[in-house]
């Protein structure tokens, strides 16, 4: 995915420097404090950059850190009804900051009151998903699903 947007943007390929910051971020999730909470669409596990081995290995790698004690990972089955759809992904930092990256530019939110709509929308984002087994069944299907 960096690559296509590498290309497409036509920007310098920092490809590398790229990966290894995304690798940090993921020691952070493995050995920080931190509590992490995230909520995927079921979509996002059958949307495929690269071969059905790569998306294999991401499969994987959820099913890993869903286990951590530090993260909680929610799916949103296909064909559940719900009150909202996000319209892009968006980070909350504790009640500080929220991220949001877009192809061209990143979006930092620090004003409270704009913060505490990202937290209600995150509540209505997360409500209809399912996690632990329900939610690893999901994984390991789509994952059988790619042989």
Do not use: C
């Not at 690559?3 to 790229?18: K, R, Y």
């Not at 209809?128 to 999901?138: D, E, I, M």
Request: hydrophobic share 45%; proline share 4%; glycine share 6%.
């Amino acid at each position: 995915m960096l690559s296509f947007w590498i290309g497409f943007l036509d920007a310098p390929n920092d490809l590398e420097d790229a990966v290894a910051t995304r690798m940090e971020r993921q020691r952070m999730i493995s050995q920080g404090s931190k509590r992490f909470l995230a909520v995927l669409e079921e979509q996002a596990l059958r949307t495929w950059f690269g071969s059905a081995e790569t998306q294999a290995g991401q499969l994987d790698r959820l099913l890993t850190v869903m286990s951590l004690p530090t993260v909680s990972l929610g799916i949103v089955p296909l064909m559940t009804e719900r009150v909202a759809v996000g319209s892009t992904g968006f980070w909350i930092f504790d009640d500080s900051l929220v991220a949001l990256e877009t192809p061209t530019a990143s979006i930092e939110v620090t004003r409270p009151h704009e913060i505490e709509l990202y937290v209600r929308m995150f509540d209505h984002l997360r409500a209809p998903a399912v996690y632990g087994s329900a939610a690893r069944a999901l994984i390991t299907r789509t994952m059988d699903e790619l042989s």
